[in-house]
């Protein structure tokens, strides 16, 4: 019924990123920043730094966007991340991405294990960076980061064109030094443009970054079983406790 | 400086790493962070089993006045852990969807109308001008953690989760939860919102997944052969 491979082309697309619908009125602003004010907001305001780096769709490796993460890190071993397509005050919510240890990454079963993807080549090779953050300051980070599994769930898949978020979750793998992992030129310097970094020169800055005695062979999937997974929405009998809907 | 959670596995985190997160937070850029001005508290339940359900605080930003896109944790804390995100349209935005996308989207009016869902801490009088809004949408929601049968990490696939759409299918616990710690009474708000309306063409039929459960699957599809993609830089580590 929905997949996350496949594309419903009834919803024109136009090339303006921003989703249909009207302006913000003034009694929503006046809403809005009511409710501010009153709440706390709390898990929100946890959230501790930005990254920028590049995913690719499992179901086609050839897809590759550019990602914005927001993350918060619940314990020296977990982290979780609302993730953006830019970093604008319009950034469309397109994914969510849990990081975990190797440590907490081993004790998963396999099964579990091949939907999430490995970290080191991503940070070593300069593709993770945390904008306008000097190196010196992010370096500790990333040097924890660099041992991490991910996994990312896309839900919007703004490359295609979609003004609204359509069909299931996608899961996303991470850049690596083989081919299908490669990131595009084109969209690296783009990057680069945008924040005048060079991924070059970080990848030169981060080349004694310590590196995983082993990657787990279960992550990255695709590298060792050329398979990517796509999710499925199915039509079931639903299990009630009253008369729905 | 160091903190833990409860419930996921970890070790407390080092002060120097939570040194590090104050300075990245207080130099970068958090853009659509920042859009995020309200705090909706509601309640999901699994769309292929109505006898699990989950307490939902979703975090919310408009990208326009007809849509928000929202962060959805399990609990109002600091520490509360990311379990999904859900995206609510308008009326007219929904009504462009393809037929099968319509099954992935939840009606909002009963939500609304019954009280179950609010902004905690704001007034019923300023709550009920955005609730009028809210009564009118719909949304999309998943979840991507199942708190409820106490997974400590977010393990398996995304869950279509679905809204509440009439009595008698919540459970009364729940209600009565955030009843006491938000001093709120669900029954005086229904009253307060009897004037409120859904959709204005009614809840479409195919909404709520057409009356129907929505269950998840994964499947391995074949990777594209390696000579579709651009060569591109080859970023060696070493």
New interface residues.
Partial sequence: ???S?KS?S??ATDGDP????????V??HV??????I?????????????ACTFASYS????RQIET?H?I???????L???V?D????????I??E?I??DR?FE??PPD?QK?WHSH??EI????WV????PGI??K??LE?LVKTYG?F?C??QVDRGDK??????SLMMSPQ?V??G????EL?HARDRKYNIS??AL?ASR?EFP?PEWINPQADY?KQH???????????????????? | MSSTHPEVPGEPTKTGTAFLETATATIQSFAPINQIHQHLCAFHFYSYDMTRQVEAHHYCAHQNEEMRQCLIYDSPDADARLIGLEYVISEPLFLTLPDDEKRLWHSHEYEVKSGLLFMPGVPGSIERQDMEKLAKTYGKVFHFWQVDRRDNLPLGIPQVMMAFTRDGQIYEDLVKGVENRYGISVAKERENRAYISGPTHGIHPLANGGAKGLKTELREVDCKPTDSVPQGLCLSIN
């Fill in positions: 019924m929905a997949s491979e419903s009834a919803l921003r989703p249909p619908g009207q302006p913000m009125t009694e929503q809403l809005d920043k009511g409710a501010q009153l709440q706390s907001l709390k898990p929100v305001k946890k959230m501790s730094q930005h179901h086609d490796m050839t914005h927001y918060t890190r619940l314990n020296q071993d977990f979780q991340c609302a953006y830019t970093d604008h005050v319009h950034g469309r919510l994914g969510i849990y975990i240890s907490i004790d998963l579990e939907l080191a080549y070593k090779s300069g593709l945390n904008p306008r953050v300051i992010e500790p980070e924890n996994k769930w839900t919007w609204l978020p359509l069909g299931a979750p030094p081919n299908l490669q990131v595009s030129p690296l991924t070059e990848r080349v590196e695709w050329g398979k990517g997974f796509a999710i499925d929405i199915k039509l079931t009998d639903m299990i009630l406790r009253a008369p729905f809907p």
